[in-house]
């Protein structure tokens, strides 16, 4: 959960009067979102999300994400569509911070992941690289493999907190590490991708997918590379054993609207294993550089290293439903 | 911010199954309020807001605040109307816990005090004291003065963490209860107040007041201690200096409704005394008992000490612009 920054109403008030979308009528802070202040904004117009970008978004990137967004609602994608001021311009400041105005989206997380989220879900991501493909401006991916190693040597500067965690830790990620990062694949399709497609970034209404939101991972990289990080955020069960059913379901839905060659299948433990490792060294940095006192709950970088050590085993695309 | 139990969107459909308010539209966190967990919910009928009750909440209680609440709206009051279940019942149960569903309240609570909010509020305030003259059951003032002696040994178990804060403080605050409790109107008019009417409690549009909610500690207890609460919680400035223009029209916008006697008048003195005693004494037993890693933010108790010297030097109810 998380509002880093309030708003008050007297600065609410003055940033409104910026932008054509009519009266205050109500302002709560929603506690959703680890990196930035979102509030549920309602005006006479209509319900809208504001968001102000606390500092884990670098500034300078805003309108690459922003026009992302506005370059996918425009393709037909249900995405957050971000609310130009009267001057046309997205971007803003409030707080201090650079802040912006988007479109409202229905629908509700799933908590619990059902077999019939994952054909939507990968038809969704299909359509999301799709739709990218004319939004010229690419963003390199800060959190892809050539970041690996020095993200586990920052951790390692602190051996005794990794070791604590989980003995010899340190010692199976390098080992890891070295055998992922040279059979990295490297002439696969590339495009925009989400890269951060977790549960609580995709809405639902029953069985049908109402939206994608939280485009702040976004970057350019390869697209089979955003397959993976589904499968490790939507395919393992609560006791992180893995259910191939939803893999087989989530690559049919992808595949009905972006066939893979076989060379993106082939691909997927490596992928996989990558993806596992990402969210494994992250959740690790901030396990260990988070104050036992900060009101954001850390997320425990076992779990990725548990699925890390399953696409570890797998030997080829058939571990996933393929 | 507070969201203690997350609300899966399965259970959250078992549950709206038994209202007659519709489809599920959106479902979101909200991070204010530190006692329940509420969300904003929407369904194809309108926008709600769900609470569940968590452990600070005797549920034996709350059919009573419920009760009040509905009475207060039915009598016009801009307050919360919990929605009855298709069975009649508006308190149910969901995720282990008492949930029930309320109205939406348009508005926005100020973060900057203006002069300008004191009138609407005291009106406000006099609106509800009335409205609540015909609904018959009592619920006690557990806070009360009886409990203050109570609640302070309780902090004084922990001498050190007490004086740690303020040298001298249990002392300071013995002393002051030693010369409230035995000073305390016995005779004044009661009724039904809020008790907690602080700012993140009152919605304003512009300088319309849209809304009052939270009535979880609402009780039968002295009317004009409601409006000592206000007095303490709305008429201090940020550097705790007290502004006399503020308290001089919050009881102006009271006594358009209701005006107060002159017993009433004469015991604001003692009232803000106790009403100031009364957060010192729960934020002090906050501060001293909340983890340094939980989630909530603690209160300095000190904000209150500071008001209970104020009042402490008040000579009578000129003190209040009176």
Chains 1, 2 share one sequence.
Not at 15 to 32: K, S
Not at 61 to 75: D, I, K, N, S
Not at 170 to 188: Q, S, Y
Request: net charge neutral; glycine share 8%.
């Amino acid at each position: 959960m998380a509002v880093y920054t309030d708003v008050s109403d007297e600065a609410l008030s003055a940033f409104l009067a910026d932008y054509d979308i009519g009266g205050l009528v109500a302002f709560r802070g929603i506690a959703e979102g680890v990196e930035n202040s979102n509030f549920s904004l309602r005006t006479t117009t209509g319900d809208y999300i504001l968001t102000l970008y606390e500092k884990r978004v670098d500034p300078l990137e805003l309108p690459w994400f922003l026009g992302l967004m506005r370059h996918l609602a425009a393709a037909g994608l249900s995405c957050p569509l971000p609310v130009a001021g009267s001057d046309g311009e997205p971007l803003r400041e409030l707080c201090g911070r650079p802040a912006a105005i988007t479109t409202f989206l229905p629908g509700v997380w799933p908590r619990r992941i059902k077999l019939d989220h994952c054909r939507p879900l990968g038809a969704a991501l299909a359509r999301l690289h799709l739709a990218g493909r004319t939004y010229a401006p690419r963003r390199a991916n800060t959190l892809g493999p050539t970041s690996w190693t020095r993200l586990l040597d920052l951790s390692l500067a602190r051996p005794e907190a990794v070791e604590a965690l989980s003995p010899g830790l340190g010692g199976t990620l390098r080992a890891a590490l070295d055998a992922i990062v040279p059979a990295w694949p490297r002439d696969l399709p590339t495009g925009h991708i989400h890269a951060d497609l977790f549960p609580d970034n995709v809405f639902f209404l029953g069985a049908h997918l109402s939206g994608l939101i939280d485009f702040y991972f976004a970057c350019t990289d390869i697209l089979a590379y955003d397959i993976a990080i589904c499968l490790n955020a939507w395919c393992f069960e609560p006791d992180l054993s893995f259910n191939i059913s939803r893999a087989r379901t989530l690559l049919a839905g992808y595949e009905s609207l972006r066939p893979l060659s076989a060379a993106e299948r082939s691909a997927l433990p490596v992928l996989s294993q990558g993806a596992a490792m990402r969210f494994t060294l992250t959740r690790l940095y901030d396990w260990i550089n988070t104050p036992s006192g900060a009101m954001v709950t850390r997320k425990d970088p076992r779990d990725y290293l548990r699925r890390l050590r399953f696409h570890l085993a797998a030997g080829d695309e058939r571990a996933y439903g393929l």
